[in-house]
């Protein structure tokens, strides 16, 4: 499995973005060796908020449409719990690194993903700290 970053998202959609072509074809590749896509609604929530904040009038129901034509995409989410928040949280304080990422990378850990793709260089420097493998 590998988990797609947010700023992997953003670079997919905006054709004008300089890593747009870069992201595609290492997509391409990741569905070419049929690896199972992964996100969350964490990530797609904010996707959805950075493109809103670039394009107030976009439709976001398109933008969502579009990401749901990556094939095999699927979501990975949380346990119904309040243990999950404190692994979390706690991963989060352990590795000096925003809540946010840290939901992600127990995220990964909870539903043994241990591939990633993302732009972000502290992000992939945590993951690679818990044994998640970067992608590019």
């Known amino acids: 499995m590998v988990f797609l970053d947010a700023n992997v ?3 997919y959609l905006d054709d004008t973005a300089e890593k747009n072509i870069a992201t595609v074809r290492q997509l391409q590749k990741i569905i070419d060796e ?7 609604h964490h990530v797609i929530e904010e996707v959805l908020f950075v493109i809103s904040k670039i394009q107030p009038d976009i439709n976001l129901g398109k933008v969502v449409q579009r990401i749901s034509e990556i094939p095999g995409i699927i979501l990975v989410e949380p346990s119904p719990n309040l243990v999950f928040a404190e692994r979390y949280s706690r991963l989060s ?14 995220l990964m ?3 043994a993903i241990t591939k990633l793709f993302s732009y972000d260089k502290q992000f992939v420097s945590k993951a690679i700290q818990l044994g998640i493998n970067k992608l590019i």
């Open 93 to 106: 304080s352990d590795l000096k690194l925003g809540i946010n990422d840290a939901l992600l990378l127990q």
């Open 109 to 111: 850990i909870d539903a």
């Open 34 to 40: 049929q690896e199972q896509i992964v996100t969350s």
């Open 9 to 11: 998202l953003i670079y």
